[in-house]
């Protein structure tokens, strides 16, 4: 068999295996369809623990602790919370971009 038509036959594998998968999730009582799922954009948090922003950041998480005790990352407090919004993140993100 060629690589090319082994490609073929394992491309036509996969196919199969993810109808079936989409077949099981159906009789398991998935709410909706593959179809549905949203962009990425509309699921994103509107803000996020000192942890989540670090990592989604790419900073370590004593850094974004420092940041947000020095005033230098804006945060919110809710209850025992501390939240940080997404714009102030990506603002924070964007000034240190503009500056060298």
Same mark, same amino acid.
């Given at each position: 068999?060629?690589?090319?038509?082994?490609?073929?036959?394992? $491309?036509?594998?996969?196919?199969?295996?993810?109808?079936?998968?989409?077949?099981?999730?159906k009789?398991? @009582?998935?709410?909706?369809?593959?179809?549905d799922?949203?962009?990425?954009?509309?699921?994103?948090? %509107? *803000?996020?623990?000192?942890?989540e922003?670090?990592?989604?950041? @790419?900073?370590?998480?004593?850094?974004?602790?420092k $940041?947000? *005790?020095? @005033?230098?990352?804006?945060s919110?407090?809710? @209850?025992? &919370? &501390? %939240?940080? &919004? *997404?714009?102030?993140?990506?603002?924070?993100?964007?000034?240190?971009?503009r500056?060298?």
């Amino acid at each position: 068999m060629s690589d090319e038509s082994e490609a073929v036959q394992h $491309l036509r594998d996969m196919k199969r295996a993810l109808n079936e998968l989409i077949v099981l999730l159906k009789k398991m @009582g998935a709410e909706r369809d593959l179809a549905d799922i949203r962009d990425d954009r509309q699921l994103e948090k %509107l *803000a996020y623990s000192v942890p989540e922003a670090a990592a989604m950041s @790419g900073l370590s998480k004593d850094y974004v602790w420092k $940041l947000v *005790a020095s @005033g230098g990352l804006s945060s919110i407090k809710a @209850g025992k &919370r &501390r %939240l940080i &919004r *997404a714009e102030d993140l990506r603002a924070f993100l964007d000034e240190k971009r503009r500056k060298p």
